[in-house]
């Protein structure tokens, strides 16, 4: 077992691959050690033998995750789809079915609405995030299948990897890089990686 400065255990966090594929087949995201200043907020993901700095929920890791609690959903997830800012950054490459983010994109937050944890058309009453953001977070964003299928009203929604804020300040309960690493990681996504988060 090998454990680094910081005391990550870089043995459970490897890259598996399949083969000689260009895909990872499963990936790991863990909290920082106990103890550590940011504690709970922040963690590592590694590829390719490097550890990746990501942000995580501003209450950690959690197995129960529950509508606005904060936390990154403990478990094993697959990424779905890719959506960009055309504006922003050319297309990213991956593995993945990758879609243009539009202005009138959202993605439905309210456990009351029928269309709760889906992509959704704005205007709307219902609560939702909206995709097309001023602070540059979603420019890029890989949707996990958390809470998909089936759909549980208030077991989460809208759990995503996308950008990092400059300070990797928490996020309400995605995965966030900084922009280079998630496009390097992006090459590495297909429907059939596991993303496990632990």
């Given at each position: 077992?090998i454990v680094n400065g910081n005391g990550?255990?870089?043995?459970?966090?490897?890259?598996?691959?399949?083969?000689k594929s260009r895909f990872a087949s499963?990936?790991?995201?863990?909290?920082?050690?106990?103890?550590h200043l940011h504690g709970r907020q922040?963690?590592?993901?590694?590829?390719?033998?490097?550890?990746?700095?990501?942000?995580?929920?501003?209450?950690?890791?959690?197995?129960?995750?529950?509508?606005?609690?904060?936390?990154?959903?403990?478990?094993?997830?697959?990424?779905?789809?890719?959506?960009?800012?055309?504006?922003?950054?050319?297309?990213?490459?991956?593995?993945?079915?990758?879609?243009?983010?539009?202005?009138?994109?959202?993605?439905?937050?309210?456990?009351?609405?029928?269309?709760?944890?889906?992509?959704?058309?704005?205007?709307?009453?219902?609560?939702?995030?909206?995709?097309?953001?001023?602070?540059?977070?979603?420019?890029?964003?890989?949707?996990?299948?958390?809470?998909?299928?089936?759909?549980?009203?208030?077991?989460?929604?809208?759990?995503?990897?996308?950008?990092?804020?400059?300070?990797?300040?928490?996020?309400?309960?995605?995965?966030?890089?900084?922009?280079?690493?998630?496009?390097?990681?992006?090459?590495?996504?297909?429907?059939?990686?596991?993303?496990?988060?632990?």
């Amino acid at each position: 077992m090998i454990v680094n400065g910081n005391g990550v255990k870089k043995k459970t966090l490897r890259t598996e691959t399949h083969g000689k594929s260009r895909f990872a087949s499963r990936l790991r995201v863990a909290m920082r050690p106990a103890g550590h200043l940011h504690g709970r907020q922040r963690g590592y993901l590694i590829l390719d033998g490097r550890l990746i700095p990501v942000a995580l929920g501003r209450t950690g890791i959690r197995a129960d995750k529950r509508e606005g609690d904060g936390a990154t959903p403990r478990g094993t997830w697959h990424a779905r789809e890719v959506r960009y800012r055309a504006d922003r950054g050319p297309r990213p490459i991956t593995g993945l079915p990758v879609l243009r983010t539009r202005r009138g994109d959202g993605w439905c937050d309210d456990p009351r609405d029928g269309r709760y944890n889906r992509p959704v058309s704005l205007p709307m009453r219902a609560s939702h995030e909206e995709m097309w953001r001023d602070d540059g977070l979603y420019d890029l964003v890989v949707v996990l299948d958390h809470n998909s299928r089936p759909r549980r009203s208030r077991r989460g929604s809208a759990v995503f990897l996308h950008i990092a804020r400059g300070t990797f300040e928490p996020t309400a309960g995605c995965v966030a890089f900084r922009p280079t690493d998630l496009r390097r990681l992006l090459a590495r996504l297909s429907p059939k990686t596991a993303i496990e988060i632990k």
